[in-house]
């Protein structure tokens, strides 16, 4: 497996601001993702974080509102722009050594007011 | 697109008794089913998987079957424990999918002492 840390762990935030997250891994690993759980849901994939070029976004996510930076094999950033209440989720990052495993990070709650 | 239904979305059960969570998905070329626990404030672990070369696999008291031509998965848990009581979450991943999963609603297991 893989040991995954995520900061903040949780924040309250007013809408129109914006909040950068953090994933970092304890090693090198091919593939990182981030999710988005909103409140008692399933986990719903925003992107892939591709190092050294742009991410992947699934339909429905689009760069502006979640900007996504991994500069290295091991830490990647997501950040949600330009908050409103309907942003208030868990945002998960999930990492995949080999071709099938992925593990998943704490998770970040965030709360929009 | 893959899409993975879960059932039932509660289940309750005696302490000791077994539980039966079950998922069907909807892409033949999917290779790769994974279960997932989720705990109240922290992120999905991943417990248990199976590849589609395998029917069955086994982890303690945990189980994952795994029906091919149904398209058709199940997590078993045998003599069930309070600390099993948590969200459960199936996914699924198609070979040609770049390793992302698509994941189940979730069943929220209750193991009453």
């Known amino acids: 497996s893989a040991v995954i840390s995520q900061k903040p762990s949780r924040d309250i935030c007013q809408r129109g601001t914006s909040l950068t997250i953090q994933c970092q891994v304890d090693?090198?690993?091919?593939?990182m993702f981030w999710y988005r759980q909103q409140p008692g849901q399933s986990l719903t994939l925003i992107a892939t974080?591709?190092?050294?070029?742009?991410?992947?976004?699934e339909s429905g996510f689009v760069i502006d509102k979640f900007p996504i930076s991994r500069p290295n094999l091991t830490f990647s950033t997501l950040t949600v722009s330009n908050m409103s209440p309907e942003d208030s989720s868990i945002y998960l990052c999930?990492?995949?050594?080999?071709?099938?495993?992925?593990?998943f990070g704490p998770g970040t709650r965030l709360t929009v007011t | 697109g893959e899409n993975v239904e879960q059932h039932p979305s509660t289940l309750s059960v005696q302490e000791g008794d077994s539980a039966v969570i079950k998922c069907t998905y909807s892409?033949?070329?999917?290779?790769?089913f994974p279960w997932y626990k989720q705990e109240l404030g922290k992120g999905p672990q991943l417990i248990i998987d199976?590849?589609?070369?395998?029917g069955e696999k086994k982890d303690q008291r945990i189980a994952v079957t795994l029906n091919k031509t149904a398209k058709h998965f199940s997590l078993h848990i045998t003599e069930t424990q309070p600390e099993d009581s948590a969200v459960y979450f199936c996914?699924?991943?198609?070979?040609?999918?770049?390793?992302?999963?698509?994941f189940g609603s979730g069943t929220q297991l209750t193991v009453l002492p």
């Open positions: 999930s990492v995949g050594r080999s071709s099938y495993e992925q593990y």
């Open positions: 090693s090198q690993v091919t593939m």
């Open positions: 974080a591709n190092q050294g070029s742009e991410a992947t976004y």
């Open positions: 892409d033949s070329a999917s290779n790769y």
């Open positions: 199976i590849r589609s070369n395998v």
């Open positions: 996914a699924a991943r198609s070979s040609g999918s770049a390793r992302q999963l698509t």
